[in-house]
Each structure stands twice: as structure tokens, then as C-alpha cells.
């Protein structure tokens, strides 16, 4: 079999990516960075090896509340369910996708691949005081 292919000019996306000033004159911080430490970490709650309080300053209480009430239901279903293995183990977030809203509001959704399964995880998150926080976190 013999594959013939043509020379074409190579189509390179734009490579800028959101990013919003930490403060005046501050480094870039790259919402993307941001949406993926935060489910990583959100993630790593609910399978019980990272405490919840570590997301304090970038949860919302809303949110914060909403995540601490899930991984203690969580916990309570694993306690039961002994013997099985854990339902969220080794959550590697595989990509990461964010909208910019307004100069302030960007929305993420981030893909997570677990052992046996993928999730995903919508976030909006708002620059409060030069601070990126989630203001809305749905996790599948």
C-alpha cells in the first residue's frame, strides 16, 4: 500500500494563551495552570488524600461547603463498601480547555482520567483581589 501526501503550509493555531495579571505590573498567570491545580487538588479530596482546607483560598464558600459535603459522603460510602477498591485513585488531569468571559470571569473544563474511567469537571473562576478563585465547580 503506498500513502502519497501532498506539501501544504503547516496551519499553526495561535499560541497566546488567557492569561491575567496577578496586579499591576505582576507576572502573567496562566488560568489554565490554575483550573488544573485546583482539580487535581479537588479530586485528590474526594479520594481522601489531600484535606479539604488546602482549598480554602481558592474555593469559594459555596463551593467549598458543596466539596467538603461530597467527599464526607464519599468517605461514608467507602467505609461501608470495605474491601473495594477506592472509587477515585490516581486522578491525572489529561486536558484542560478555559473560555475567557470578561477580563475577570473565565470558565475551564478539565478532563480527569482515573483508573478505570474518565471524568469531567466544569469550573468557573473569577480574579478577586488579583486572586483566581472557583465560584462554580461541577465534578462528573
Same mark, same amino acid.
Given at each position: 500500500m503506498t500513502l502519497t501526501t501532498t506539501s501544504r503550509p503547516v496551519s499553526r493555531? !495561535?499560541?497566546?494563551?488567557?492569561?491575567?495579571?496577578? +496586579?499591576?505590573? +505582576?507576572?502573567d498567570i496562566d488560568v489554565r495552570l490554575v483550573a488544573?491545580?485546583?482539580?487535581?487538588? #479537588? &479530586?485528590?479530596?474526594?479520594? +481522601?488524600? /489531600?484535606?479539604?482546607?488546602?482549598?480554602?483560598?481558592? &474555593?469559594?464558600?459555596?463551593?467549598y461547603l458543596s466539596l467538603q459535603h461530597r467527599a464526607a459522603l464519599t468517605r461514608k460510602h467507602a467505609a461501608r463498601s470495605r +474491601?473495594?477498591?477506592?472509587?477515585? /485513585?490516581?486522578?491525572?488531569?489529561? !486536558?484542560?480547555?478555559?473560555?475567557?468571559?470578561?477580563? !475577570?470571569?473565565?470558565?475551564? !473544563?478539565i478532563v480527569v482520567a482515573e483508573e478505570h474511567r474518565c471524568?469531567?469537571? #466544569?469550573? /468557573?473562576l473569577e480574579r478577586l483581589d488579583g486572586v483566581w478563585q472557583v465560584t462554580a465547580l461541577e465534578i462528573g
Open positions: 493555531r !495561535s499560541t497566546q494563551r488567557t492569561t491575567a495579571a496577578a +496586579g499591576q505590573g +505582576g507576572p488544573r491545580s485546583i482539580a487535581q487538588a #479537588a &479530586l485528590e479530596v474526594l479520594a +481522601g488524600t /489531600r484535606p479539604v482546607h488546602q482549598l480554602s483560598r481558592s &474555593l469559594d464558600a459555596a463551593c +474491601g473495594t477498591a477506592q472509587p477515585h /485513585r490516581s486522578p491525572m488531569v489529561r !486536558s484542560v480547555r478555559v473560555c475567557s468571559i470578561s477580563e !475577570s470571569i473565565c470558565e475551564a !473544563s471524568r469531567a469537571v #466544569a469550573m /468557573r
